[in-house]
């Protein structure tokens, strides 16, 4: 069974850096690209950045790019988002998720991100 | 792409069938996936390319659709499937694009 488990959310203040951490098991982890999302509760769906599986190419979107960091480590099965320079409009749970050509099939419970003073 | 939603709230009642609507700007061909969340939880994949039910998912679940139009019937509504309903489409990528979902209440 797939599982996907962050870690690394936390309060921080406005200007602060995070690193979060994403476990994937469960499936051959270096054979699958993944993804950041994140979620204000109650609102959409927001795409962060994608790695592909070898680490080789990442993308991000626009409004996060320069400020967000992705990477792995394939022989510990782990995700990173390193997180810069946090505003208060970053406030939002952060899901990590795997992706099998295209379609986003599962999805990690999530790790709190508060930034606040 | 843009996608759209239809409606944004649709009341059930437990045991009727359910229709919701998700439309693209342009063709996707048939590049569309459907999600289900529920309060305090992540995302669940429920069709993919269009028609297919992900791993797991109930025979009341299908998909429809594309081109631009795209339809989950819900055949009979269960307790647990009262929640918010997503389309994405994934024919541009990275990384597509969401809908803004539909939420389904029990009427």
């Known amino acids: 069974e797939v599982h996907l488990v962050e870690s690394g959310g936390a309060v921080v203040q406005p200007g602060g850096s995070l690193r979060l951490s994403c476990a994937g098991s469960g499936f051959i982890f270096d054979e699958y690209t993944m993804h950041w999302f994140r979620q204000v509760p109650g609102k959409g769906l927001e795409w962060i950045s994608l790695?592909?599986?070898?680490?080789?190419?990442?993308f991000y979107s626009d409004s996060m790019k320069g400020r967000f960091t992705i990477s792995r480590d394939n022989r510990k099965n782990l995700v990173y988002l390193q997180m810069n320079s946090l505003r208060s409009e970053d406030t939002a749970l952060y899901h990590c998720v795997k992706e099998k050509s295209r379609v986003f099939d599962y999805w990690g419970q999530g790790t709190l991100v508060t930034v606040s003073s | 792409i843009l996608m759209t939603q239809s409606p944004a709230t649709l009341s059930v009642s437990p045991g009727d069938r359910a229709t919701l609507s998700c439309r693209a700007s342009q063709s996707v061909s048939s590049a569309l996936a459907w999600f289900q969340q529920k309060p305090g939880q992540p995302p669940r994949l429920l069709i993919y390319g269009a028609s297919t039910r992900a791993t797991g998912i109930p025979a009341r679940f299908s998909g429809s659709g594309s081109g631009t139009e795209f339809i989950l019937t819900i055949s009979s509504l269960q307790s647990e499937d009262f929640a918010v309903y997503y389309c994405?489409?994934?024919?541009?990528?990275?990384?597509?694009?969401f809908g803004p979902g539909t939420k389904v209440e029990i009427k």
């Open positions: 790695i592909t599986w070898d680490g080789g190419s990442t």
């Open positions: 994405h489409q994934y024919h541009s990528w990275p990384p597509g694009t």
